[in-house]
């Protein structure tokens, strides 16, 4: 069981918006700015997509999105497009182990 | 750009120990931390510990008893070790860089799968 809480599958039409949900307690995502998301695709190492909730790394289109709302925090992909379909995992600080936490998973299907 | 990659055994023996090792290229080992993460086959992240250049370390509390994570900046190399493996430790390991300011992940190996099977 994940500490942190994810769907396990969501789905939208090429050029439509998807959030995906990452819920955890105040002792991880609503305790700190530390959520980051990461983008799967099948076989290949996680990529960085977003970090400190809304914040992305060079190179990251800006279709993606981050925001944070008490012990929820959210990624949106608006504009879909094929290559987004893959697995999206959210992260945060945790206080209770002092370490990093995942949530479960999410896989995008692009229709 | 830095690069990441692991390397070891990709079979081992249930109640031995795993252990692999993760080259960084294109920059220093050095004042930075490194992580190793896994993930069982069709399932999710888990994140076993991290280690800073000086040798200091972080363990996933779930595994602390069984990990040991060590560091050689001669080589810019950084290892991992799990002692009495069972099948449930049978997954992709995957090295990474850690952003400590941020607790981000920012670059990965490729990962490298391991099995424990007699």
């Known amino acids: 069981q994940s500490a942190l809480t994810q769907p396990a599958s969501v789905s939208g039409s090429p050029g439509q918006s998807i959030t995906i949900s990452c819920t955890g307690t105040s002792s991880d995502v609503g305790g700190y700015n530390y959520v980051s998301w990461y983008q799967q695709h099948p076989g290949k190492a996680p990529k960085l997509m977003i970090y400190d909730v809304s914040n992305r790394p060079s190179g990251v289109s800006n279709r993606f999105s981050g925001s944070k709302s008490g012990n929820t925090a959210s990624l949106t992909i608006s504009g879909l497009q094929a290559e987004d379909e893959a697995d999206y995992y959210c992260?945060?600080?945790?206080?209770?182990?002092?370490?990093?936490?995942f949530g479960g998973g999410t896989k995008l299907t692009v229709l | 750009q830095v690069q990441l990659q692991e390397s070891g055994p990709g079979l081992v023996k249930p109640s031995e120990t795993l252990s692999l090792t993760c080259t960084v290229s294109g920059g220093s080992i050095s004042s930075y931390y490194w992580s190793w993460i896994r993930q069982p086959a069709g399932k999710g992240l888990e994140w076993i510990g991290r280690?800073?250049?000086?040798?200091?370390?972080n363990y996933n509390p779930s595994l602390k008893s069984r990990v040991t994570m060590s560091v050689d900046t001669s080589k810019n190399q950084f290892s991992l070790k799990l002692s009495s493996v069972t099948a449930a430790d049978t997954a992709v390991y995957y090295c990474a860089s850690f952003e400590d300011y941020n607790q981000t992940f920012d670059y990965w190996g490729q990962g490298t799968l391991v099995t424990v099977s007699s």
């Open positions: 280690i800073y250049t000086s040798g200091s370390t």
């Open positions: 992260s945060s600080y945790t206080s209770s182990s002092f370490h990093v936490v």
